[in-house]
């Protein structure tokens, strides 16, 4: 909102709320002004409906940061809901190079719909033949957040026990971490150790910087409910 537009949305306020709105000409101008730095971003129509959701919750004056904590809410609400993907098929003349084109395009598809002039895109409306399935999805929730396979791909060296139980799990077999070890009493996601007193000399093989899970915790975890 701009500061002309205060002195109308003041005068709609008072109808409900006499108190909101001075006497004076100079109270007044000195009100809109703060109340137009408050509301800067705020399109009138909403700061109108804000207004009125107010009064049908609370009793109390109306103060513009009411209006701008709405505003607030319903901008994260719209953009939690939007995946700001720029789905190809939407912007077929968009040039991937073009970085200058491309953030012109994602900004102003994220103000349309913060606005309400599109609606939110769903990861659902952009899901390919390639999305995950939704049984894999969850069993790689279990073990943490799925990232692309080229940043896994990069990770993988510097995390060898997480990036071997995303493969496990990729490839359709049962996860060993997922499940506690019955023999060494690991707890789930931490591999195996040794019962001896020097670990480091236990006789089975290390597995991609890990101790080899026992046989009897691999049996536990082809068990499991969870398992491929």
Same mark, same amino acid.
């Not at 319903?74 to 084109?101: F, I, K, Q, S, W």
């Not at 913060?114 to 895109?121: A, H």
């Given at each position: ?27 007044? +101008?000195? %009100?809109? *002004?703060?109340?137009?730095? /408050?509301?800067?971003? !705020?399109?009138? #129509?909403? =700061? ?89 999805? +969850?069993? %790689?929730? *279990?073990?943490?957040?799925? /990232?692309?396979?080229? !940043?896994?791909? #990069?990770? =993988? ?72």
């Amino acid at each position: 909102m701009n500061p002309e537009q205060i002195p109308q949305l003041l005068k709609q306020v008072s109808y409900a709320d006499p108190r909101i709105l001075p006497e004076d000409k100079k109270e007044i +101008a000195g %009100l809109s *002004a703060l109340w137009a730095g /408050v509301l800067a971003d !705020v399109p009138d #129509q909403f =700061a109108m409906w804000a207004v009125g959701q107010h009064y049908a919750e609370s009793p109390f004056p109306i103060k513009p940061s009411d209006i701008a904590g709405r505003w607030r809410a319903h901008v994260r609400d719209r953009m939690n809901r939007h995946t700001g993907t720029l789905e190809p098929t939407n912007y077929p003349e968009l040039d991937p190079d073009d970085v200058a084109g491309f953030m012109h395009t994602l900004r102003t598809e994220r103000q349309a719909v913060i606005m309400g002039q599109q609606p939110p895109t769903p990861l659902a409306a952009i899901a390919g033949p390639d999305a995950v399935p939704a049984n894999v999805q +969850a069993r %790689l929730d *279990a073990i943490g957040q799925y /990232v692309p396979n080229h !940043v896994r791909e #990069q990770l =993988a060296a510097y995390r060898p026990t997480r990036a071997a139980r995303e493969d496990l799990i990729r490839e359709g077999k049962p996860d060993p971490l997922s499940v506690p070890c019955p023999w060494c009493e690991a707890p789930t996601g931490q591999p195996c150790r040794g019962r001896r007193i020097t670990p480091g000399r236990d006789p089975e093989a290390k597995r991609q910087g890990g101790r080899a899970p026992h046989p009897s915790r691999l049996d536990a975890a082809r068990s499991h409910p969870d398992a491929a």
